[in-house]
């Protein structure tokens, strides 16, 4: 079935708040405790499921996902190769679990990665926006004996499926583009193997790491119109990255559309997510104080248009002037009279 089709079929479930459901002739069901699945859950897994092409499991967020996935599948005294440049939260709590013996490394997803128990990539990482060779990396990675986690929130499976290239697991801040509308908190792992998806939901449940009914439901509401924001959104991202290229207030701008050769081989279009520096923290926060339609919030894949300096974030190794924009559905042309405006034209 066409991807689009798959996305839009069907209406919305019941969002069913149940905690317990009764037992059948004294038989649990799947959802006779919450903790365990429930019926909004299910079936946002099954239609995430089908779309990267293996078994999704639905966490309370992002940062839960990734708790969920490290602790599931690692043990002390595992390292972890995290690709440099990469959403902060994630080498943040990486760092976290190294109380607990887990060994981490950050490395340059361009070229080979490190030899590690685990590795993950994050295709358009977040906010440096570099791209892996996924075919190649991946390959290296199983070679030396590595899980492969592959972060796929700033692309989603409308332009990416990393689990085609061989990755064990695919991981989603589904809060973000998925969701779309800045109002579910909310984090998806696919699995390549039922195996890992039954390992990983047994720690889910003994955890309660799990995504209530609300989020999951907000979630399935936003993928309904996925296949039709994300191509919106990435042509009115790469037309605004091709003018602030030419704009004189602008030292860099970073997005894969504007000719990344790696990135062109696996997808057509680049995603709502670029960034640009301007020339130190202060210039940056001037531009942020300047916004009039564009919203100065964090958070990115959306419906409105949000920018922020990321160096204000502690651990983060950008540059002190470099400002991440998420690309919402507003007319390309009024995004761009307000940054033109905040750059100073």
């Not at 839009?8 to 006779?32: N, V, Y």
């Not at 909004?40 to 089908?50: K, M, P, S, Y």
């Not at 670029?274 to 964090?298: G, H, K, P, Q, Y």
Request: charged share 20%; glycine share 10%; aromatic share 6%.
């Amino acid at each position: 079935m066409n991807r689009d089709t798959e996305l839009a079929r069907g209406g919305l479930p019941p969002l069913d708040r149940a905690t317990i459901h009764p037992f059948d002739d004294a038989t649990p069901g799947p959802f006779f405790y919450q903790r365990m699945a429930h019926p909004v859950g299910a079936e946002a897994e099954r239609l995430l499921g089908e779309l990267e092409g293996g078994h999704a499991l639905l966490f309370s967020s992002g940062a839960g996902a990734t708790t969920a996935l490290l602790l599931a599948m690692l043990k002390p005294g595992s390292t972890v190769a995290v690709a440099g440049g990469g959403y902060y939260g994630t080498v943040a709590l990486m760092h976290e679990l190294s109380r607990w013996g887990i060994e981490v490394e950050e490395f340059d997803q361009t070229g080979e990665p490190p030899v590690a128990d685990l590795v993950w990539f994050e295709p358009c990482s977040n906010p440096i926006l570099t791209f892996p060779d996924l075919d190649v990396a991946i390959g290296q990675a199983h070679a030396a004996g590595a899980v492969v986690v592959v972060d796929n929130t700033v692309l989603s499976p409308v332009l990416l499926r990393p689990l085609e290239y061989g990755a064990d697991f695919v991981l989603h801040s589904a809060t973000k583009i998925l969701a779309g509308h800045h109002d579910a908190l909310i984090g998806v792992v696919t699995c390549a193997r039922a195996e890992d998806h039954a390992r990983l939901h047994a720690f889910r449940t003994v955890s309660g790491i799990v995504a209530a009914p609300d989020p999951a439901w907000l979630m399935l509401r936003g993928m309904k119109t996925l296949a039709l924001r994300v191509p919106r959104q990435s042509a009115t991202a790469l037309e605004l990255a091709r003018r602030l290229e030419t704009h004189p207030n602008v030292e860099r701008v970073r997005y894969p559309g504007l000719g990344d050769p790696i990135a062109v081989r696996y997808v057509d279009a680049f995603g709502p997510l670029l960034s640009f520096d301007v020339a130190d923290a202060d210039s940056a926060a001037r531009v942020e104080r300047s916004l009039r339609l564009i919203e100065n919030a964090t958070s990115l894949g959306g419906v409105a248009s949000t920018l922020e300096a990321r160096e204000r974030y502690e651990g983060t190794r950008v540059p002190p002037g470099l400002l991440r924009l998420s690309v919402g559905l507003e007319d390309v042309e009024d995004l761009w009279r307000d940054l033109a405006q905040a750059l100073g034209n």
